[in-house]
C-alpha cells in the first residue's frame, strides 16, 4: 500500500492531499518552462484540495505567484498570511478591498477599468491591472473591437496615477491539444496586443497564456509567466500524457461493513446488480453526495491493499457496495478502499473522467459532502 494511506484504521470518508506531491509537480512545471515565472492556480479552492496548503506547497514547489477567479478567494488567501503576488480576474465588484489587500486585478473591459480607476481613487493607491484580452475564448477578456478604448483608457489611468499595466494576457481555447493551429493564432493576436499596448507608451513586464497543458508542451507560449492549475494536482493536462505528475487527492474510505449474500441476490435500490453467485459484499460509507457520481454505478472498482474489486448496485447518496467475491477477497472490516489517487491499483481521477464524459477538474472539484481533508507530506 501507499506509505501515507494506511491499509486499515481510516476512520471516515477521506479526501487526502499529498503537499509533497503537490510541489513534486510545481517543481515539474518550473522545470518545464525555465524562462517562465510560474503563477499557481489555486481558484475553486484550489481545485478541490484546498487553497491555503496547497498555496504553502506550491509555492515551496517553485511557484512564485498565486491566480485565482474572485476576490473573496484572493482575499481569503491574504487573510491567511499569505503575501506573494495574487491576480483575480473575474470580479467586477469588491474593487477597493482588492487594492487594499494588494490583490491584482485582472480587466475584461473598458467599463471594468473604468470601475477600477475608481476604487484606486478611493483607496488612494494605485491598481496593479493585467488586461486580459479575448484572443479567441470569448469568454471574459476584452474584445478585439473594444480593445482601443481599453487601452486609451489604461493610458489616461496610469498617466493619472490610479493604475498601473503590470500585465497583458489571455486564455487558450485549445490548450490541451498541442498542436492545435488556433495555438499559433492566440498566441499571434496576444503578441499584437502586447506591441500595439507598447507602442502607446504601456509598460507590461508579464505577459502569459499558458495554461498547465500549455506550460508542459508548448515553449513558444510560455511568454514570462505560465499559469498551471490541473498539472499541479496531478491531472492529466494532455489526454495519454502523464509528465510524470503525482496524484495529489487521494480519496478513500474504510469498508464499514462485510457480510454474505446469496446467488441472485440484487443490491442497492433497483437491484441493478443481482448476485451471480454467493458472495462476500463490502460497504463504503461514500455515495453522490459526497463525489461518487451516481453514474458510475456497477463501472468502477475500488483498491484494496492493491487489489481490485468491482463496485456494485446503484451508488446511493451516503454510501456504495462493492463484490469482494465468494472467498471475501482477504479484506476486512476498517481496511481501506481506494476510490482513485496514489495507491496501487488505484484508479486516477482521470479514469472516472472517462467514463463519465467529463474532465478530471469536474472529478476533482465534485469532491465534497463528508469526505474530510486531511494533508500529508508538507514540503
Ligand atoms: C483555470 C485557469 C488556468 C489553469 O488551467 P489548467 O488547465 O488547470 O492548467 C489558467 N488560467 C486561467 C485564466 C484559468 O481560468
Known amino acids: 500500500m501507499n506509505t501515507q494511506i494506511p491499509a486499515s484504521g481510516l476512520e471516515r470518508l477521506t479526501a487526502q492531499i499529498d503537499l509533497g506531491a503537490l ?35 506550491a509555492l515551496a514547489g517553485g511557484a512564485t505567484e ?46 471594468q477599468l473604468a470601475d477600477v480607476v475608481k476604487a484606486a481613487r478611493a483607496v488612494g493607491r494605485p491598481a496593479v491591472v493585467h488586461v486580459k484580452v479575448d ?27 490610479h493604475v ?35 507602442a502607446h507608451g504601456l509598460t507590461p513586464e508579464l505577459v502569459h497564456a499558458a495554461n498547465s497543458a500549455a506550460a508542459l508542451t508548448r515553449p513558444d507560449l510560455h511568454f514570462d509567466l505560465v499559469r498551471p492549475g490541473i498539472a499541479l494536482y496531478g491531472g492529466v493536462p494532455v489526454p495519454g500524457t502523464d509528465f510524470g505528475l503525482r496524484p495529489v487527492m487521494t480519496f478513500a474510505a474504510p469498508v464499514i461493513l462485510i457480510k454474505p449474500i446469496r446467488a441472485g441476490d440484487g443490491v442497492s435500490y433497483g437491484h441493478s446488480w443481482i448476485a451471480p453467485r454467493d458472495t462476500m ?28 474489486f468491482p463496485q456494485v448496485g446503484r451508488v446511493c447518496m451516503d454510501q456504495c457496495v462493492i463484490d469482494l467475491g465468494p472467498d471475501g477477497g482477504g479484506v476486512a472490516e476498517g481496511d481501506t478502499a481506494v476510490l482513485f489517487g496514489d495507491a496501487p491499483g488505484a484508479d486516477r481521477a482521470a479514469d472516472w473522467a472517462d467514463k463519465l464524459g467529463t474532465i478530471d477538474y469536474e472529478v476533482l472539484t465534485g469532491v465534497r459532502g463528508r469526505a474530510a481533508r486531511t494533508y500529508t507530506g508538507a514540503p
Open 66 to 111: 498565486l491566480g485565482v477567479t474572485t476576490i473573496d478567494e484572493a482575499l481569503a488567501l491574504r487573510e491567511g498570511g499569505v503575501t506573494v503576488p495574487i491576480l483575480s480576474w473575474l470580479s467586477t465588484s469588491g474593487y477597493e478591498a482588492a487594492i487594499d489587500a494588494d490583490v491584482r486585478l485582472g480587466v475584461s473591459s473598458p467599463r
Open 164 to 198: 498601473r499595466l503590470q500585465g497583458v494576457f489571455t486564455h487558450l481555447a485549445h490548450g490541451d491539444v498541442p498542436d492545435h493551429p488556433f495555438l499559433d493564432v492566440q498566441r499571434d493576436a496576444l503578441a499584437a496586443v502586447v506591441a500595439d499596448a507598447r
Open 281 to 308: 459484499v463490502g460497504l463504503i460509507p461514500a455515495g453522490y453526495a459526497d463525489g461518487v457520481w451516481r453514474p458510475l454505478s456497477n463501472r468502477i472498482e475500488v483498491a484494496i491493499g492493491g487489489r481490485r
Open 23 to 57: 510541489a513534486h509537480n510545481t517543481r515539474i512545471v518550473a522545470e518545464r518552462a525555465p524562462g517562465a515565472a510560474v503563477m499557481a492556480v489555486l481558484k475553486a479552492d484550489a481545485y478541490g484540495h484546498g487553497a491555503l496548503p496547497v498555496a504553502g506547497a
Open 135 to 161: 484572443t479567441g475564448l470569448a469568454r471574459n477578456g476584452v474584445a478585439p473591437g473594444e480593445w482601443a478604448a481599453t487601452r486609451a483608457g489604461l493610458v489616461d489611468a496610469e498617466r493619472a496615477g
